[in-house]
């Protein structure tokens, strides 16, 4: 199946998913599963950090172990909670202040979930062991789906 219709098909189940329910860690715990069900191995490593004052701490996951605590700015996640955009990256080696929590991670993508007056809250953070796994149809489509989640929970 094409990129487009995989994502397609996982924000219809996103959204039946998360319709009724507004706990964070169980939302959060649930699309991390949808997302790893319908990816696959493409996706090595997938979950989120939240926002816990000055720094991210670590929320349901699928994949191995990680650091619990990233501090704003720091490695890829405090970039993007920091510059409140997505982040892609071809290569973490390339990329200042990358931690490395696997050395099996080779690129990723990180999507900031923004509450509704705009503020992070989150951060999806998804790993490959592929080199350049992501593009801007990944970008554009965990969009969506960081605000799937973030309008149920925030
Ligand atoms: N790659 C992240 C650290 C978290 S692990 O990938 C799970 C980063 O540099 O922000």
Redesign the pocket.
Known sequence: MEKKQIYENLLVQLRGLVDGEHHRVSVMANATALLRELMGERFF?T?F?VVDGEQLVLGP?Q?ST??YR?GRG??????AWQQAQTLVVPD?EA?P??????SL?RS?I?VPLLDSTGTVRAVL?I?SRDADAFDSVDAHYLEQVARVIAAAIY
């Open positions: 490593w979950g950090y996951f994949g990680a650091c990233i720091r490695g890829v996640c405090g970039a973490v990329f202040g990358h931690i490395a929590c696997s991670s990723e990180v953070d790993d």
